[in-house]
């Protein structure tokens, strides 16, 4: 299991080396769009581009050379055809020489060797990370599969904006919001073990070049670990249910205290209370969700762009809870962040799946979080594999219950 984090977190800082070489020169850059031709329900435009297909293709490469039969279980949103400008569908792949792999690339480039050497030489390069003490935790890698988002955010990472100001930590947009996620998760149980969220444009230095930055966690029953400081060493403010808990909506048809019956008075709804409760959402979010954290989260409400950055955002604990109504997240999404928040004591719950059960009266019931191994069978396409009944992602059980208390309160 150590072995296979390595390689994980080697492949993703691969994997942003790629995406930041690509994002170097705006002429190369402009080279490498493609629309994608996909039936996705998506709100806004979506594209592929060569940094995605490569990107995926050197994960899956690199894990399936140290661990030979695990490329089989990889998974992604892209395949690995790409259209060039005279609109030959080129196959790409890592080759085994280096010069093999750039005369591949020049055929996706239009014969622009230069630029196709620079690519070729990221994807073969020899990622060196410190020891990342994951322990001895262990777990069969036959047991395993493998969801990889390679470029997370492309609208983002395709537009570049690189002078965006954050509100307190958080950016809306901007390359910061791009991230390459990985998540390993067990084939039979669906569970997520393993993740990394590598954020490649997480600062910029003196000399106008960016880095990055990974974290990592590792989940397998009651044994934990990651690189970040568990749940448990927020402050108690953070943890406790009272502290988030809200007292219950009053129903329209109650009595009053005096004793009359249903109907012999009017009952006035006071205002909704608040908790100290912060949560990133995404633009697209639906209104009524919108308007009732805004009113009710009294530790704020942000908007950001990227599934794994706003999820990242509650790893780094900027926020309290990243809320998700819409079925526009998929397995490649979140099963990477989905562990890291597992290894922090925190997790990434099926939402619908969860009001269901809380307005059943299973108050106490262990939450349902996502899974990873079953598609959507009724579905097609990239869809077979989308979070269909929305997500909270939580660094602690406290926070997921504070959310749900107040979903119950509009219709979804």
């Known amino acids: 299991m150590s072995e296979l984090m390595v390689a994980l977190v080697q492949a993703s800082e691969k994997a942003a080396n790629i995406a930041r070489s690509c994002r170097q020169e705006e002429a190369l850059f402009s080279l490498l769009i493609e629309e994608k031709k996909s039936g996705s329900r998506r709100a806004t435009a979506d594209f592929k581009t060569l940094a995605d297909v490569l990107v995926q293709e050197v994960i899956k490469h690199d894990i399936g050379k140290r661990f030979p039969g695990l490329e089989n279980n990889i998974f992604g949103e892209e395949t690995n055809e790409f259209m060039n400008g005279l609109g030959e569908h080129i196959q790409v792949m890592v080759c085994e020489?280096?010069?093999?792999?750039?005369?591949?690339?020049?055929?996706?480039?239009?014969?622009?060797?230069?630029?196709?050497e620079a690519l070729a030489s990221a994807a073969h390069q020899d990622i060196i990370i410190p020891d990342l003490h994951t322990g001895s935790i262990s777990i069969p890698i036959h047991n395993l599969g493998v969801w990889v988002d390679p470029i997370d955010s492309t609208f983002q990472y395709i537009k570049g904006i690189n002078n965006c100001v954050p509100e307190d930590s958080i950016y809306s947009r901007g390359l910061q919001c791009v991230t390459v996620l990985i998540g390993a998760y067990d084939l039979h149980t669906g569970e997520p073990v393993m993740g990394v969220i590598n954020q490649p444009f997480a600062l910029m230095d003196d000399s106008k070049r960016w880095q990055g930055r990974f974290f990592w966690g590792i989940s397998n029953g009651p044994h934990s670990i990651s690189s970040m400081s568990p749940t448990t060493d927020l402050p108690p403010s953070s943890r406790r249910?009272?502290?988030?808990?809200?007292?219950?909506?009053?129903?329209?048809?109650?009595?009053?205290?005096?004793?009359?019956?249903?109907?012999?008075?009017?009952?006035?709804?006071?205002?909704?209370?608040?908790?100290?409760?912060?949560?990133?959402?995404?633009t697209r979010e639906v209104k009524p969700v919108k308007a009732l954290l805004q009113d009710c989260c009294s530790g704020g409400v942000y908007y950001a762009s990227g599934a794994g950055y706003k999820a990242l955002c509650v790893v780094l604990g900027l926020v309290d809870v990243y809320v998700f109504t819409e079925d526009s997240t998929y397995k490649w999404d979140s099963c990477g962040p989905h562990a890291l928040l597992r290894a922090m004591g925190g997790g990434m719950a099926d939402l619908k799946e969860c009001l269901r059960q809380r307005k059943a009266g299973g108050l106490e019931a262990e939450r349902p979080e996502l899974m990873y191994h079953l598609p959507i069978e009724e579905a097609s396409g990239v869809d077979r594999w989308a979070n269909r009944d929305g997500l909270v992602a939580y660094r602690s059980r406290a926070d997921l219950e504070t959310v749900l208390q107040l979903l119950t309160r509009i219709e979804l």
């Open 97 to 116: 020489r280096e010069e093999d792999t750039a005369r591949l690339l020049s055929k996706v480039l239009d014969g622009n060797m230069q630029a196709a």
């Open 241 to 282: 249910v009272a502290d988030h808990a809200l007292p219950p909506h009053p129903h329209p048809h109650s009595t009053d205290p005096t004793g009359s019956p249903p109907g012999e008075v009017e009952v006035v709804v006071p205002p909704q209370p608040t908790c100290r409760l912060s949560a990133v959402l995404s």
